[in-house]
T-cell receptor
Framework: AQSVTQLGSHVSVSEGALVLLRCNYSSSVPPYLFWYVQYPNQGLQLLLKYTSAATLVKGINGFEAEFKKSETSFHLTKPSAHMSDAAEYFC?????????????FGKGTKLSVKP | DVKVTQSSRYLVKRTGEKVFLECVQD?????MFWYRQDPGLGLRLIYF???????EKGDIPEGYSVSREKKERFSLILESASTNQTSMYLCASSFRVDEQFFGPGTRLTVL
């Protein structure tokens, strides 16, 4: 069965520092993987997605993620954090097997950015 | 741009009331989803629908039902609201196996 684990429920970085949010997945079929961001009192917004094309995926707002099959990971990175990046981030994996677009979400990682 | 709208941003109801949460999408998406979001638990799927009048249970369907009479509209129903259903409810839609587009959410408080 598919599952997603996000390591660290809270991550704090200084403005200008590297952002690294970790996501590991388990999937019995080739996965589709997604990163979403949620700002306070808003719905989720797609940052980027991996759908079996290039393993390094670039998203919005300077974020990128690399699909590593051998490590079953899809970590999210940004070279230099900005105050506006403070939000909650969710990793998700497709359930697969004709599940009509169902996703399984991780529990989320709250990113804080210190001035 | 895809737009997913939810009928209310904030809702306060009393225990035992019947509650309707409405979701409308404007991109002719086949799939629609209802999630609840609680701190530390992430998003949990309640129900989803892949076609008009079709519905499938998600991970936590107990205490909820849904209705999809038109392709663009997906309703979540709490037959008899209870305090443990106080939560943020998020609706989403998608086209086949692709990214989901989310509404702004409804924060429901059951007193």
């Amino acid at each position: 069965a598919q599952s997603v684990t996000q390591l660290g429920s809270h991550v704090s970085v200084s403005e200008g520092a590297l952002v690294l949010l970790r996501c590991n997945y388990s999937s019995s079929v080739p996965p589709y993987l997604f990163w979403y961001v949620q700002y306070p009192n808003q719905g989720l917004q797609l940052l980027l997605k991996y759908t079996s094309a290039a393993t390094l995926v670039k998203g919005i707002n300077g974020f990128e993620a690399e699909f590593k099959k051998s490590e079953t990971s899809f970590h999210l990175t940004k070279p230099s954090a900005h105050m506006s990046d403070a939000a909650e981030y969710f990793c998700a994996v497709s359930r697969g097997g004709g599940s009509q677009g169902n996703l399984i979400f991780g529990k989320g990682t709250k990113l804080s950015v210190k001035p | 741009d895809v737009k997913v709208t939810q009928s209310s941003r904030y809702l306060v109801k009393r225990t035992g009331e019947k509650v309707f949460l409405e979701c409308v999408q404007d991109m002719d998406h086949e799939n629609m989803f209802w999630y609840r979001q609680d701190p530390g638990l992430g998003l949990r799927l309640i129900y989803f629908s892949y076609d008009v009048k079709m519905k499938e249970k998600g991970d936590i369907p107990e205490g909820y039902s849904v209705s999809r009479e038109k392709k663009e509209r997906f309703s979540l129903i709490l037959e008899s609201a209870s305090t443990n259903q106080t939560s943020m409810y998020l609706c989403a839609s998608s086209f086949r196996v692709d990214e989901q587009f989310f509404g702004p959410g409804t924060r429901l408080t059951v007193l």
